[in-house]
């Protein structure tokens, strides 16, 4: 895109460094073409080939992010991705034959994929950003497995001891654990943001659904009032269609609060993420509007059951877009200057595991 | 003359180069690099929408190229062609295809596949499993939907007494349980649970009557019992909402199956047929008539007209097409 070419920051002298908005290039008319044909290989192939259809969908979406005039890129293989998901599809099952059979093996399995969990979601950490780069460096992911245990397996049993007082400071945590890691090149990552600003969201959020509880009580009680009033009236007759418009407005109202206040939390707790993250001595600033994004999250969701699911890509493309481009690069010195680290190589498993059990920690 | 980034994989700097094919060569030429390598050492990234496409060379480092057009130009005086997914993505009618294909291939799954691979299943799952679902089904139902029955108690158990003294045609007697239960909602219906408990409504036993129509009726739902109907269509839905979950989103979650869907659920024209003719079956294996089943879909036809109350037929399709079969194999067991 011709507005790119305009940004370009090689000119070594020029310091108080404008910020470098992202930008997304890619269209959903586009995509749809690379997205239809790769669904029906899959189909095809019985679900083999979703391994280089992810791959496709990974790059299409690196390459059309564009910073300081230079896309990023993904450099994944389809291989790899292909034994993590059958690797992933076997704990799968094993989870869920474990969990319907009430047995002593159940306590067994469910143990053992605990203890696989940490290592695993590290693996698919490092096989993510290893295979991420931008202008030909590449990222890279050093936390510990030790780290990756304390995360995840210490952190979460507090969790789940304290009835999820505590998930907020996990959520920090984890959070920590990825961004204190990250490596751009040589050029490390650092993460500032406390506890204390994640409880903020949490009970904002926790506050906002209570209220939201306590007016769906009121009509509902309402709504009951007005059903017994009927009742009285017309002699003992419930009329059923005064039943279904209070369930439905019921679930109207739960729906409402399951698609907004996912949205919302999702953008308070992103832009907290990145306005703390730093790359090296470079800022990030992450100005992403709730608002927005409930209603981008809602018309996808209303267009794609709309469409059987034909509009997708374009959804996909809607939100990586909205998403993206609320993030600026503040630099604090020369774009050009990061180097590379010496090469690696970091297998796949880890990251198809998590994706199948549907950890989604990623921006 | 092609312009692109050349990015040499140790830093992120940026340097502007010219591009030119000359011979079997790529010349890459700029500031401070000038250096020619063999094309076939040239590995070209697909195209992805209008994405810049790579060049990449043996030795990590690669050139970026932002034009296109003028790339695939460039190609053409090389030996680089484009792979055949790369081009049946941008192809407009291999797109068009691909959308029939999805559609229709799904369509196939659904209508095939999935009875198929549910009713295979249905018979490989445990008999706890129908049982704990029939369990809890029932005591979510009864005193909501499902109230005591209010028929006689010597009628509930003459036909208790026929019902387990039938002989099913893979021989033995029924080990379904027989439940009688009466419905202001449900109507003249009976239906059976996965474990394969029947469950026959007060006025279902009304507005038929005589002992052996009502019979003719438990024997097909025998039919569904013994074919696992329950437990098939149960899958199915499962398997449908797993993969809406999965291929849209998890907001389906809020629309989860209520255990009254189980009862309610039609069965597909084909599981019928199947009821009916082990229905049929039965029946002659115990010496009656098989029109005694059509003669009780009349009946409940009959008492249905005009009622709108959901009852037995509204999940039952064509009725008189079943009637029609079930009268032919009436008459050709007749005339063994």
Not at chain 1, 319 to 327: D, M, P, T
Not at chain 2, 308 to 327: F, I, N, V
Request: glycine share 8%; net charge positive.
């Amino acid at each position: 895109m011709d507005k790119v070419s305009g940004s370009e920051s090689s000119s070594p002298s020029s310091s108080p460094r404008a910020p470098e908005q992202l930008h997304f290039t890619g269209s959903g008319a586009e995509y749809f073409g690379i997205w239809i044909v790769n669904l029906l290989l899959t189909i095809v192939t019985l679900g083999i080939y979703s391994a280089w259809a992810k791959v496709r969908r990974l790059q299409y979406f690196y390459r059309h992010t564009e910073v300081a005039g230079s896309g990023f890129d993904f450099h994944g293989s389809p291989i790899r991705i292909l034994v993590g998901r059958v690797l992933a599809l076997v704990m799968l099952i094993a989870y869920n034959y474990s969990v319907r059979l009430h047995s002593p093996l159940t306590i067994v399995i469910l143990a053992g994929i605990a203890v696989i969990m940490p290592w695993l979601l590290r693996n698919s950490f490092r096989f993510r950003l290893y295979n991420t780069s931008w202008r030909g460096t590449r990222f890279h992911f050093r936390g510990t497995v030790a780290g990756a245990y304390r995360v995840f397996l210490l952190n979460g049993f507090l969790t789940l001891i304290t009835l999820y007082v505590m998930a907020p400071f996990m959520h920090q945590r984890l959070k920590a654990y990825q961004h204190d890691n990250t490596w751009f090149g040589r050029t490390r990552c650092s993460f500032h943001a406390r506890a204390g600003q994640f409880y903020a969201i949490y009970l904002l959020l926790l506050a906002a659904a209570v209220a939201f509880g306590v007016v769906i009580g009121f009509s509902g009680i309402g709504g009951a009032l007005a059903a017994l009033a009927q009742v009285q009236k017309q002699g003992g007759h419930v009329d059923p269609h005064a039943v279904y418009r209070a369930v439905a407005i019921l679930y109207g109202a739960l729906i409402l609060m399951g698609i907004s206040i996912g949205p919302v939390f999702h953008a308070l707790i992103t832009n907290l993420i990145w306005n703390n993250t730093r790359l090296g001595e470079h800022r990030i600033e992450c100005n992403m509007s709730p608002w927005v994004l409930i209603w981008i999250s809602v018309s996808n969701f209303v267009l794609v059951v709309l469409t059987l699911g034909l509009f997708i890509p374009w959804a996909m493309v809607r939100l990586a877009k909205f998403q993206l481009e609320s993030v600026r690069l503040l630099p604090a010195g020369d774009l050009q200057e990061f180097v590379a680290a010496e090469p690696e190589t970091i297998g796949a498993v880890g990251e198809e595991a998590a994706t199948a059990f549907d950890f989604d920690i990623s921006l | 003359m092609l312009h692109a980034n050349y990015f040499d994989g140790r830093s992120t700097r940026v340097r502007a180069v010219n591009l030119s094919v000359a011979g079997e060569d790529l010349i890459i030429a700029g500031e401070d690099v000038n250096f020619r390598v063999p094309f076939a050492h040239v590995k070209v990234d697909e195209r992805l929408g209008r994405a810049p496409r790579r060049l990449r060379l043996k030795d990590g480092t690669f050139c970026e190229v932002r034009d296109l057009d003028a790339l695939d130009t460039l190609l053409l005086s090389t030996a680089h062609r484009d792979g055949w997914v790369d081009r049946m993505q941008r192809h407009l009618q291999f797109v068009l295809f691909s959308i029939v294909a999805c559609v229709a291939l799904a369509a196939v799954a659904y209508k095939w596949v999935l009875p198929w691979a549910a009713a295979k299943g249905a018979h490989h799952l445990p008999p706890a499993i129908g049982k704990t679902l029939s369990v809890q089904t029932l005591r979510i139902l009864d005193g909501k939907i499902l109230m005591p029955s209010k028929i006689a108690e010597e009628r509930r158990q003459a036909l208790s007494a026929k019902f387990h003294a039938l002989r099913l045609p893979e021989g033995g007697t029924p080990d379904s349980e027989l439940l009688f239960r009466d419905s202001p909602q449900l109507g003249a219906n009976a239906f059976t649970l996965p474990d394969g408990t029947i469950i026959v409504l007060d006025d279902l036993l009304t507005a038929i009557g005589d002992d052996p129509h009502t019979l003719a009726v438990f024997a097909h739902e025998l039919g569904h019992a013994h074919g696992r109907h329950g437990l098939q269509l149960l899958l199915q839905s499962s398997a449908v909402g797993a993969f809406w979950t999965l291929y849209i989103g998890d907001i389906s979650n809020l629309l989860a199956a209520a255990p009254a869907a189980l009862i309610q659920a039609r069965y597909s024209q084909d599981l019928e047929k199947q009821a009916d003719d082990y229905g049929a079956a039965l029946l002659v294996q115990n010496g009656m008539s098989p029109a005694l089943l059509a003669e009780a879909l009349k009946t409940l036809a009959d008492s249905h007209s005009g009622s709108s109350k959901g009852g037995y037929l509204s999940s039952h399709p064509s009725t008189d097409e079943r009637m029609r079969h079930l009268l032919l194999l009436a008459a050709s067991f007749k005339d063994k």
